[in-house]
Structures are given as structure tokens and as C-alpha cells.
């Protein structure tokens, strides 16, 4: 069964930085791909970032394009998101999940098979 473990959230001030790092154990993650998806208080659960386990493609929200980044590390498993330039607007569970059929540029919930329990992020003005 794969799994997948989220963390690096917390609280930071408007304009900070934070890391989350997803390791995923369980499975081999050839040919998937890796999200981050998030969900406010009240809201629907949204894309974020994406990136492929092979190639290493990235893409990304409109709404963080140019301020998170996604990367992973094959060695360890691991698939990160540095956030920058944090806003209020990006408080909210953090998610990473896995998909095994999916299809580019994979920011819907439906093209991921598996979960993290998610980590909770809080910008403050």
C-alpha cells in the first residue's frame, strides 16, 4: 500500500517562506506523477503544483506560479514544495497525493490514486 507523509507546515508572517516535503513509501512511483493540493476552511480542495516522477515536469496554479516551486528527489522519494512570498490567501491544509493513470498537467483530485494526512499552513497579515 502506498503512503505518503507531509510535512514542513506551520505559521508564518505575509512574505515568508516555508518547505513542505511529502515522502512516499510503498510503491515504485515510475511513470506517476506528484501534486500538491490544498483546502481552506470552508472551501474546496484545489491544485497547486504538479510535477512528473520521470521528467520531472512542473506545473502550476495560476494563483503560486512564480512563487512555490515543486520539485523531488528520486533518491529519497520525496517530492517538495518551496513557498515563497506567502500570503494570507495561502493558509490552508496542504495535501500531496500520487497518481498512477493520469494525465498532463494533472490538477484535478480524480488523476490521484493516494493521500498524505496533510499539513496545516497559516500565513498571518
Known amino acids: 500500500q502506498v503512503q505518503l507523509v507531509e510535512s514542513g507546515g506551520g505559521s508564518v508572517q505575509a512574505g515568508g517562506s516555508l518547505r513542505l516535503s511529502c515522502v512516499v513509501s510503498?510503491?515504485?512511483?515510475?511513470?506517476?506523477?506528484l501534486g500538491w493540493f490544498r483546502q481552506a476552511p470552508g472551501k474546496e480542495r484545489e491544485f497547486v503544483a504538479s510535477?512528473?516522477?520521470?521528467?520531472?515536469?512542473?506545473s502550476y496554479a495560476d494563483s503560486v506560479r512564480g512563487r512555490f516551486a515543486v520539485s523531488r528527489d528520486v533518491v529519497q522519494n520525496t517530492v517538495y514544495l518551496q513557498m515563497t512570498s506567502l500570503e494570507p490567501e495561502d493558509t490552508a491544509v496542504y495535501f500531496c497525493?500520487?497518481?498512477?493513470?493520469?494525465?498532463?498537467?494533472?490538477?484535478?483530485?480524480?488523476?490521484?490514486?493516494?493521500w498524505g494526512q496533510g499539513t496545516q499552513v497559516i500565513v498571518s497579515s
Open positions: 497525493g500520487v497518481g498512477i493513470r493520469w494525465s498532463a498537467p494533472a490538477d484535478r483530485s480524480s488523476d490521484y490514486d493516494f
Open positions: 510503498g510503491g515504485t512511483l515510475s511513470n506517476t506523477v
Open positions: 510535477i512528473s516522477w520521470n521528467y520531472g515536469r512542473a
